[in-house]
């Protein structure tokens, strides 16, 4: 039988103690599904000000974690609810509103908050006697530790088996710092130069990643290869076409039972592929709840998201009139960049567009299961959950045919009855209307879409088959000198 691994899951969020975004899903659902393989899989996380003490307990361990010319401590906390989580606390750092910054604002001593995290990681293995096999990174926040393993700790026996992987959920953060940083996380100079962690004169904590992890990957295959190319390079394209041997791209799962329409216990009504009908009950619900008036047919348009350029807002900010003008109801939920908050807050649209501003779990469950129609016309999009989990709840996705929503998204074909969705290419108003009306026109041929509905929720996201994918991962990292 093969070797069970001890895989230490380091992420910056995770669900369900702190989100912002697809990494905490990911965070959250991928350990789970390693331990159902038999690994030995603990996630550590910061102890923000969300997570919620009742949940968690303090282990009677402190850390020092040396950062710039002190010690300062982490107090560790766990809970074994849903899975062997770790937490590191600093409240000087951490507890506070907001993960990475507040009203669209980075904290302005992110450096050290994520030094200081990076470390007591590795700290913390050792306080704990945890000898990981693997370190699974993701993104900047995390980015030190394979540095740190390849740097100060290579010489110390305990780490001396444990190999690193550094997953990209997304390239265009890229955790730049001034080159003093390297002072604070007592990072030796010899790595700061244009192969190490130096990003055009700033010390990159994402490329210390991308530099030092032993494997890389990223979420879906298309964004593996889109991110070698200057478009999508963010300027880290000359590193990755370096590594490209070490780079993967595993599709992300979803979680079937936290996204389940069939008994989904943040939604009122239920409903799966055999039994439709509950789904016009959910539309009709939220419809009331955020007054919006939908005439006979007339569908549902639907966005959550962060609020930010990458989800190609500027296209619904600039089309906004032309797709108010069609017969269609339109919920946003969404938070970010305080110009897009603006925008949509200033709309006047009584009864036809209702904009939600902030992070709601429920109400993002709800609005995704009353809705027809999902839209996601991004810039890029590493690997995009949401699409996937519109297609669960049955609501059609209109994306643009990037990263992983081309991935996970077959355009359909009115001819064959295949694909789940409608999608465009070129990053222009004329192409995504022109794919919106192509789903409103199918939306206005019942048979045609109970087809489309069906054919997105038999989709098979699962996360058993990608954790397989990622035990693969981990023992090719671990046959690496
Ligand atoms: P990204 O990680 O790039 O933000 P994804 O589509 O991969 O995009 O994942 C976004 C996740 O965050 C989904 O679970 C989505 O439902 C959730 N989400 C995004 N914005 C909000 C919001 N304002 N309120 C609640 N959930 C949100």
Redesign the pocket.
């Known amino acids: 039988m093969a070797r069970r691994l001890k895989i230490l899951y380091v992420a910056s969020e995770a669900h369900p103690h702190a989100?912002?975004?697809?990494?905490?899903?990911v965070s959250g659902a991928l350990p789970a599904a390693l331990r159902k393989l038999g690994h030995d899989v603990r996630l550590i996380l910061p102890k923000y000000k969300c997570v919620p003490s009742a949940t968690i307990k303090p282990m009677g361990k402190k850390v020092p974690v040396l950062l710039g010319p002190t010690y300062q401590e982490a107090i560790l906390f766990e809970t074994i609810q849903p899975g062997p989580t770790y937490f590191i606390g600093h409240d000087p750092f951490f507890h506070r509103d907001g993960l990475y910054g507040s009203h669209g604002r980075d904290f302005p001593d992110n450096a050290e908050r994520f030094i200081f995290f990076c470390r007591a990681v590795l700290e913390t293995c050792k306080a704990i006697s945890f000898q990981p096999d693997i370190i699974h990174c993701s993104d900047w926040q995390t980015g030190l530790v394979p540095a740190y393993l390849k740097s100060i700790y290579a010489s110390e026996a305990f780490f001396k088996n444990t190999r690193s992987i550094f997953s990209i959920?997304?390239l265009g953060y890229a955790g730049n710092f001034p080159p003093q940083a390297l002072h604070t996380a007592h990072l030796p100079w010899t790595l700061f130069h244009p192969k190490g962690v130096e990003f055009f004169g700033q010390f990159s904590f994402l490329k210390a990643g991308l530099v030092y992890a032993d494997l890389l990957n990223t979420v879906s295959k298309k964004y593996s290869r889109e991110i070698l190319k200057p478009e999508n390079g963010f300027g880290f394209e000359g590193i990755l076409q370096h590594r490209r041997q070490d780079l993967f791209g595993v599709l992300?799962g979803v979680d079937e039972e936290a996204w389940n329409p069939a008994d989904d216990p943040l939604i009122d009504h239920h409903f799966s592929a055999r039994s439709l009908q509950k789904k016009q009950a959910c539309k009709k619900d939220i419809a009331k709840s955020l007054s919006i008036e939908l005439g006979r047919r007339e569908p549902l348009l639907c966005m959550?998201?962060?609020l930010s350029d990458?989800?190609g807002l500027d296209l619904i900010v600039q089309g906004f009139q032309d797709i108010m003008a069609e017969r269609v109801g339109f919920i946003l939920?969404?938070?970010g960049d305080a110009r897009y908050e603006k925008f949509f807050k200033s709309q006047k649209y009584p009864n036809k567009f209702a904009c939600r501003l902030?992070?709601?779990?429920k109400?993002?469950h709800r609005i995704?299961a009353g809705s027809d129609i999902l839209l996601?016309p991004s810039r890029y999009?590493?690997?995009?959950?949401?699409?996937m989990?519109g297609m669960r709840y049955g609501t059609v996705p209109v994306v643009r045919a990037v990263g992983g929503l081309a991935d996970t998204v077959p355009p359909f074909n009115i001819r064959t009855g295949q694909g789940t969705g409608f999608n465009f290419r070129p990053f222009e108003l004329k192409y995504f209307m022109t794919a919106l009306r192509k789903a409103l026109t199918a939306y206005q041929q019942p048979k045609t879409w109970r087809q489309l509905m069906l054919n997105g929720m038999s989709q098979d996201h699962g996360w058993e088959k990608v954790a397989g994918q990622y035990t693969r991962l981990y023992r090719r990292a671990l046959r690496q000198k």
């Open positions: 989100k912002t975004g697809g990494l905490a899903d959920h997304n992300n959550i998201t962060r990458q989800k939920l969404g938070s902030g992070f709601d779990e109400l993002a995704l996601m999009e590493p690997c995009g959950l949401t699409q989990y």
